[in-house]
């Protein structure tokens, strides 16, 4: 356990070294050192890419940054037909090659002992920030785009759509193994608002992917999508990615059996006591079923989460496993 602790260690001091989030996700030697630093400590079967699903913004002449405390800022944000037309579709390997250079290193590191994983923004997702101009609570602005001109809405999110189908070739090109597709705020929608600003993206962006790179796993994630979850395997990925306010077991049915499933332990879990973990891995494994299932917490590590807990976590699901 020990380990574990040098690990938030390293990073902190990292953090401290590099205060800038885009400076430690943009410079390709802290990239891979921060991507690796979990797996050398709980060997996971995959690496994450450190990165962030706003990289690609400054590429579409979208100026942004993320501010302690207070998460992304877009400087300009994009509210007119006439904001939409300034922002460039996104060429990956012009403006964001640190990406796939650590991708490369990555599986060089890894080899065959742990998948590397991608991941992009969705466009309703992407648009959602830089229509908002950073985090929101109640989407205001987007939906006020959406439900007033949403044809200045529709020419945003297929801007994104065909740049992030770029984006995960590029990614799957320079050694990621499977890309996630993370649609957080989504679920700010109504069901009949998804279908109309969300899923025919999602569509476009898998069929495209799909098209070229026919066995890379696209996985979707999106968080509280309870109210959706029979609208996501539409959209053609092979794996949805559940959070924890769905019953698994409740998910499996909803989902059909043709998808896998990622989850969906509650992150909140791993501050309870071991053998408390322990119960409710067990419960998510047995709901899952004996096949395509990816044990995952339903969202993020939760600042402050105990690292012997962490680790844990791995020992138990790699008994289950093995």
């Known amino acids: 356990m020990r380990q574990a602790g040098r690990y938030m260690k390293s990073y902190q001091l990292l953090c401290e070294k590099y205060p800038s989030f885009r400076e430690r996700s943009e410079n390709v030697d802290l990239v891979v050192e921060i991507s690796l630093q979990p797996w050398n400590v709980f060997r996971p079967d995959g690496v994450i890419l450190f990165s962030d699903i706003l990289t690609p913004l400054p590429g579409m002449n979208i100026p942004f940054d993320i501010v302690k405390g207070k998460g992304p800022v877009i400087y300009s944000p994009i509210r007119t037909a006439d904001d939409v037309a300034q922002v460039r579709e996104f060429v990956p390997e012009e403006s964001v090659p640190y990406v796939g250079e650590a991708l490369t290193i990555l599986r060089e590191e890894v080899k065959s002992d742990a998948a590397v994983l991608g991941f992009v923004g969705a466009p309703f997702t992407l648009a959602s920030y830089v229509v908002e101009g950073g985090s929101s609570k109640h989407f205001t602005k987007i939906k006020r785009l959406a439900f007033s001109q949403p044809q200045v809405l529709h020419s945003l999110l297929q801007k994104f759509t065909n740049?992030?189908?770029?984006?995960?070739?590029?990614?799957?090109?320079?050694?990621?193994?499977?890309?996630?597709?993370?649609?957080?705020?989504?679920?700010?929608?109504?069901?009949?608002?998804?279908?109309?600003?969300?899923?025919?993206?999602?569509?476009?962006?898998?069929?495209?992917?799909?098209?070229?790179?026919?066995?890379?796993?696209?996985?979707?994630?999106?968080?509280?999508?309870?109210?959706?979850?029979?609208?996501?395997?539409?959209?053609?990925?092979?794996?949805?990615?559940?959070?924890?306010?769905?019953?698994?077991?409740?998910?499996?049915?909803?989902?059909?059996?043709?998808?896998?499933?990622?989850?969906?332990?509650?992150?909140?879990?791993?501050?309870?006591?071991?053998?408390?973990?322990?119960?409710?891995?067990?419960?998510?494994?047995?709901?899952?079923?004996?096949?395509?299932?990816?044990?995952?917490?339903?969202?993020?590590?939760?600042?402050?989460?105990?690292?012997?807990?962490?680790?844990?976590?791995?020992?138990?699901?790699?008994?289950?496993?093995?």
């Not at 996630?180 to 993206?201: H, K, M």
């Not at 999508?225 to 499996?252: F, I, N, Q």
């Open 163 to 322: 740049s992030m189908a770029q984006y995960i070739k590029y990614q799957a090109d320079n050694g990621a193994q499977a890309v996630q597709i993370f649609d957080s705020w989504a679920t700010e929608l109504s069901p009949v608002d998804f279908e109309e600003f969300s899923l025919p993206y999602l569509k476009q962006i898998v069929d495209s992917v799909k098209k070229t790179h026919p066995d890379l796993p696209l996985i979707l994630y999106a968080s509280g999508s309870g109210g959706l979850v029979e609208r996501l395997p539409s959209t053609g990925v092979d794996v949805v990615s559940l959070d924890w306010t769905v019953d698994m077991a409740e998910g499996r049915r909803r989902l059909g059996s043709d998808v896998a499933v990622q989850g969906n332990v509650d992150p909140g879990v791993l501050f309870g006591s071991k053998e408390f973990i322990t119960d409710r891995i067990n419960d998510t494994v047995r709901k899952a079923g004996s096949s395509k299932h990816i044990l995952n917490l339903g969202h993020g590590i939760v600042v402050g989460t105990p690292e012997e807990n962490v680790a844990h976590f791995f020992e138990v699901a790699k008994g289950i496993r093995y």
